[in-house]
Nanobody, 131 residues
């Protein structure tokens, strides 16, 4: 089982930036894919981005492509989400998640929504973007 703790959320003006972090423990971090999801009030959970176990492949939702960057530091067991050019519609609780399996994803297409079995989730961090 993986324990995940997000941090870095907050209130920012439209056009601003935030960097989210997700600290992982309990399994060897460098062996499984990771992802970011978000959920806005009254809306369903939405896939944001995912990254392979090595960090060599990434996949983004169209809504954040070009503005957000997912990355990982396997030596620090930490996942990141750099969010630039933030918009009010990015307001949501952001969650990180870990793949149940190890070494099962490397190609970008394998990171598409629904392809990775995310079995562990963090508690979430609130991101609010004011207009």
């Amino acid at each position: 089982q993986v324990q995940l703790v997000e941090s870095g959320g907050g209130l920012v003006q439209a056009g601003g930036s935030l960097r989210l972090s997700c600290a992982a423990s309990g399994r060897t971090f460098s062996t499984y894919a990771m992802g970011w999801f978000r959920q806005a009030p009254g809306k369903e959970q939405e896939f944001v981005a995912a990254i392979s176990w090595s960090g060599g492949s990434t996949y983004y939702a169209d809504s954040v492509k070009g503005r957000f960057t997912i990355s990982r530091d396997n030596a620090k067991s930490t996942l990141y989400l750099q969010m630039n050019s933030l918009k009010p519609e990015d307001t949501a609780v952001y969650y990180c998640a870990a793949d149940r399996l190890t070494y099962d994803v490397e190609n970008p297409g394998e990171l598409a929504p629904g392809r990775v079995d995310f079995g562990s989730w963090g508690q979430g961090t609130q991101v609010t973007v004011s207009s």
